[in-house]
Every structure is written in structure tokens, then in C-alpha cells.
T-cell receptor, first 112, second 114 residues
Framework: RKEVEQDPGPFNVPEGATVAFNCTYS??????FFWYRQDCRKEPKLLMS???SGNEDGRFTAQLNRASQYISLLIRDSKLSDSATYLC?????????????FGSGTQLTVLP | DAEITQSPRHKITETGRQVTLACHQT?????MFWYRQDLGHGLRLIHY???????NKGEVSDGYSVSRSNTEDLPLTLESAASSQTSVYFC?????????????FGPGTRLTVL
């Protein structure tokens, strides 16, 4: 089982749609959770951290379920500019609390 | 503004040659990391450093080495390049902390080994 698993997609959605990505992680001791965004042929950049109580940043909502070891990202009112690959990132998956383990990413294309 | 840079941005080399990829950050971060990214595998950790003179092996360290002689730089060396090392390489840095904090990535180096 991979340490961090994501549905690779691709997800093709129309503008204005709501889309949700899911991610599971294997290490129950993980304490830090992130969603990164990676545009084609560019470096990953932090989209948002994921907190235990869930958190929202504009059109983006992240949720954490520690019992199920599950993280989600919800994007509302999708924009063309949201097209990218979304990486689920967890610390401690490789045994070190200071290291991050990246999922393979979920590709999103928002269509006009 | 603080930043993290990588050079070269693109490199083509031949099997068996030694190659060094540079990474330089002006964030004054203690933690620095090297990843490779391949289709279907996501980002995989090659080597990392938590400070000057500190280096550690990551998940896929075979065939690679790093050195940390100052805070700003963590060069990655491929001792004898192999075709399996054709990949996109990303350097990253983060502030020290008890847990894992946000990592800031460089723009990447595309390496092709023929």
C-alpha cells in the first residue's frame, strides 16, 4: 500500500462546477497535512494546510478525518485557472516527522 | 525577495558522466531537500539536510550524493549518470521546526541521460 494515495483522475469538469478530491494516508502518527498545487511543468506550491477542524480559503475547503486517515479538498465554482495537478502531502509517512510524503497527484481540467 | 533557484534548468548528458545540479536558497532555511519527479511516482525524496554538514539519505538515494558546506547551497551529484536517472529534479527548503512545515520549491531541473 502506498503511503499517500490519491485518485489520479483526470477530472474534467465545466466552469462553475464543484469538484472533490480524496486522499488516504497510511501512518496514523502523521500530524501535518497539506494540499499543494502543481501547474504543468512548474514546481509544486502550497495551496493550503489542512487542520483537524477543517478549514476554508475562499472557494477551497479542506477536511481531515483522522479516524479514517482521509483528507479531502473541495473546490467550489471552478475556474479555468484551477486547472492543475493537486498533490496531497503528509508528514511522517516515511517514518520521520520532519519529512513530507507526496501523493502522485490528481489532475484537474476545468473546461469552458 | 527571498527565493530558491536551481541550475541548470535543462541538462542533457551521457551515461557514465558525473553531473552536478545546483540549488541555492536565500530564505536562510536550515532544511533543504532534493526530490525527483517521474510520471506515476509523484515526488520522491533523494537526499535531505537539516543544517550545515548534515546530510541524510532519502527513499531513492542510490547513485546520488549531496554535500552541505553552507546554509544556502545543497548541490546534488550524480556520480555516474544512468538512463534511469532521467527525470525532473526539484530542490526545496523549509524552516526548522518540531514537525514538517511548508516546503518552498525551486523551478526544477530537467535532466536527460542518453
Amino acid at each position: 500500500r502506498k503511503e499517500v494515495e490519491q485518485d489520479p483522475g483526470p477530472f474534467n469538469v465545466p466552469e462553475g462546477a464543484t469538484v472533490a478530491f480524496n486522499c488516504t494516508y497510511s501512518n496514523s502518527a502523521s500530524q501535518s497535512f497539506f494540499w499543494y498545487r502543481q501547474d504543468c511543468r512548474k514546481e509544486p506550491k502550497l495551496l493550503m494546510s489542512v487542520y483537524s477542524s477543517g478549514n476554508e480559503d475562499g472557494r477551497f475547503t479542506a477536511q481531515l478525518n483522522r479516524a479514517s486517515q482521509y483528507i479531502s479538498l473541495l473546490i467550489r465554482d471552478s475556474k479555468l485557472s484551477d486547472s492543475a495537478t493537486y498533490l496531497c502531502v503528509v508528514n511522517g509517512a516515511s517514518g520521520s516527522a520532519r519529512q513530507l510524503t507526496f501523493g502522485s497527484g490528481t489532475q484537474l481540467t476545468v473546461l469552458p | 525577495d527571498a527565493e530558491i533557484t536551481q541550475s541548470p534548468r535543462h541538462k542533457i548528458t551521457e551515461t557514465g558522466r558525473q553531473v552536478t545540479l545546483a540549488c541555492h536558497q536565500t530564505w536562510n532555511h536550515n532544511n533543504m531537500f532534493w526530490y525527483r519527479q517521474d510520471l506515476g511516482h509523484g515526488l520522491r525524496l533523494i537526499h535531505y539536510s537539516y543544517g550545515v554538514q548534515d546530510t541524510n539519505k532519502g527513499e531513492v538515494s542510490d547513485g546520488y550524493s549531496v554535500s552541505r558546506s553552507n546554509t544556502e547551497d545543497l548541490p546534488l551529484t550524480l556520480e555516474s549518470a544512468a538512463s534511469s536517472q532521467t527525470s525532473v529534479y526539484f530542490c526545496a527548503s523549509s524552516e526548522p521546526g518540531q514537525g514538517a512545515l511548508e516546503q518552498f520549491f525551486g523551478p526544477g531541473t530537467r535532466l536527460t541521460v542518453l
